[in-house]
């Protein structure tokens, strides 16, 4: 069983920048695959970055948002610079202990979320 915990989530400004943070606990962190979806208010949950061997991410975010992680701390981050309005969304980060990437639907567990809204 993995347990996670994330923080960081917030309201900034457009064109600002916002680091989300993930602890992991319950399983060795550096053999599962991270990833972090989002979901805005009426809009289906959409994948975003996710990390195993490589890192991945959403055509929305490439060159924008950067996923890392610090296997000392079991903590996986996400780096979000030159926010949009529509970047405004529920962040959740999720773990999947095969190698799926990019579908939700098969990460075994899951954040409570994170709010991160961008003014305009």
């Known amino acids: 069983q993995v347990q996670l915990v994330e923080s960081g989530g917030g309201l900034v400004q457009a064109g600002g920048s916002l680091r989300l943070s993930c602890s992991a606990s319950?399983?060795?962190?550096?053999?599962?695959?991270m990833g972090w979806f989002r979901q805005a208010p009426g809009k289906e949950r959409e994948f975003v970055a996710a990390i195993r061997s490589s890192t991945y991410y959403a055509d929305s975010v490439k060159g924008r948002f950067t996923i890392s992680r610090d296997n000392a701390k079991n903590t996986v981050y996400l780096q979000m610079n030159s926010l949009k309005f529509e970047d405004t969304a529920v962040y959740y980060c999720?773990?999947?202990?095969?190698?799926?990437?990019?579908?939700?639907?098969?990460?075994?567990?899951w954040g409570q979320g994170t709010q991160v809204t961008v003014s305009s």
């Open positions: 999720a773990a999947n202990t095969g190698s799926s990437i990019t579908n939700g639907r098969v990460y075994e567990y």
């Open positions: 319950g399983r060795t962190f550096s053999s599962i695959t």
